[in-house]
């Protein structure tokens, strides 16, 4: 018997039972978070546990069965649904090997789509992520209707066919059916929630990528919603810090017993969960992206910027911290040519100029982005989040060369899921803050001086 126990033994006030009782207790208040990463191609999920590490064996990945990609086409909101709960399903399985309850539900998920739905919370539109053809003349629309630069200031979004002011004045123009028949529009992890929970709500994360968003007030930007024809109650609430949810339908209930009770965060974005699980959440480091799109960002607490260079972003992680960076145009269509050039292994003459051709393209365009990034965070370290067709290490060397710039492989496999654990633990209160928690570090590539100067980035 432990001397605790022998001390009490001694004294017939102190019950026994009390203190086995409150062990026990202490030891199970150590938190149990599932994390859901609902992507452009895939929905992952996995335990997390108090240090944001994940459980080993509890991770599961389920690919977007369509042609394309869910963030680069326009897909069926409710089949994405179905993804995400079969995931769910799979993930709550492999669970009830480790635990025998869950506590907290995390989750991130792809910024900038829009699904409209009607009075009986159904989808009439599918989830759009682009305006299509149309998308010149949309965004030149909204140049000839609204201020452009003050509208960047304000919403960290310039205009582009990407946010919502381009989809939204879109579909009132070429679709005004479908326009009249929606009583709300939603982010595809918003309308995710109001089938699990009845209620649509939003985080300040998902909402501060829309381009509707206003970031010094962290609130939507009335002033553009009314020129677009939108009234502000078709938008969702934002919710408040530690705001939660609880399944209360039966049928999910029953589906995942272990989810009976857990609290359900609103999802964050994407890209501020991955800056979060990289352990680049200070402006001296800054997260290069590398798979389905490509991009450079910085998080880190503060306020808004009140100007921004004309290429970059600013979102929020939370109400707290921003995330200000910028992608590549026409990313996804580059970076599929770097990853299809890297597969051709450069076995021929031919194949290896057009891999220095691909690949030479690729650098410049981070370079460019890596130079109006250092206007808000300068000389920030860069971390590159690969995914698994572009992690060679000669990929990461002519990335260092191409930059000039050292960069770090990030050892985080999946840094997204990290990510929305973290910020839940801290929100949770246990942890300190995600900027105390330490993330392994990787291999740091330093850039060979004679490839660099071949590339003049342009002023």
């Not at 369509?66 to 680069?72: F, T, Y």
């Not at 995400?84 to 900038?112: K, M, P, Q």
């Not at 679709?175 to 929970?197: C, H, I, K, N």
């Amino acid at each position: 018997m432990s001397a605790v126990f022998d001390d009490a033994a001694l004294d017939a006030d102190i019950d026994l039972a009390a203190l086995v009782e409150v062990s026990i207790r202490a030891e199970r208040e150590k938190p149990i978070v599932l994390a859901i990463a609902i992507g452009t191609s895939d929905v992952s999920a996995a335990l997390i546990d108090g240090r944001g590490n994940e459980v080993s064996g509890s991770h599961v990945s389920l690919s977007y069965s369509g042609s394309e990609p869910a963030g680069e086409t326009d897909v069926e909101a409710d089949a994405l649904v179905q993804l995400v709960e079969r995931a769910i399903d799979v993930a709550v399985a492999r669970a009830e090997s480790f635990v025998s309850r869950i506590d907290y539900v995390a989750s991130c998920c792809f910024w900038h789509s829009l699904v409209g739905v009607d009075n009986q919370g159904r989808a009439v539109t599918k989830l759009i992520n682009r305006t299509g053809q149309h998308a010149a003349e949309i965004v030149k629309d909204l140049r000839s209707r609204f201020d452009e630069t003050k509208t960047h200031s304000r919403t960290g979004a310039a205009f582009h066919h990407k946010y919502w002011p381009a989809k939204l004045l879109w579909l009132r123009q070429k679709e005004p059916a479908f326009f009249g028949r929606v009583t709300q529009w939603l982010s595809f992890s918003d309308y995710l929630f109001l089938q699990l929970f009845g209620v649509a709500t939003t985080s300040v994360s998902m909402a501060s990528a829309t381009g509707l968003f206003n970031q010094e007030n962290c609130d939507w930007d009335e002033q553009l919603i009314a020129g677009l024809g939108v009234l502000l109650q078709q938008l969702p609430e934002i919710s408040q810090p530690g705001q939660t949810s609880r399944l209360s339908f039966v049928n999910y209930v029953t589906r995942w017993p272990l989810l009976e009770g857990a609290a359900w965060y609103p999802a964050i974005g994407d890209g501020a969960a991955t800056n979060i699980g990289a352990g680049c959440v200070t402006p001296d480091r800054a997260v290069l992206t590398i798979g389905a799109s490509g991009g450079m960002q910085v998080l880190f607490s503060g306020t808004a910027p009140q100007t921004l260079p004309a290429e970059l972003f600013c979102y929020r992680a939370d109400r707290d911290r921003v995330v200000i960076g910028g992608y590549l145009s026409d990313s996804s269509e580059l970076i599929a040519r770097t990853r299809d050039a890297l597969k051709s292994k450069a076995e021929t003459d031919e194949s290896k100029q057009q891999l220095g051709s691909v690949m030479e393209a690729t650098w410049h365009r981070f370079a460019r982005l890596a130079r109006d990034i250092d206007k808000l965070a300068p000389n920030a370290d860069i971390v590159a989040v690969r995914d698994s067709a572009l992690s060679s290490p000669m990929f990461f060397q002519k990335l260092a060369d191409g930059l000039g710039r050292p960069i770090e492989a990030s050892p985080v496999d999946a840094p997204s899921l990290r990510g929305a654990g973290l910020l839940a633990l801290e929100a949770i209160g246990k942890i300190d803050s995600i900027e105390t928690i330490d993330t392994p570090r990787g291999e740091i590539y330093e850039p060979g001086m004679s490839s660099h100067t071949s590339l003049k980035i342009e002023t």
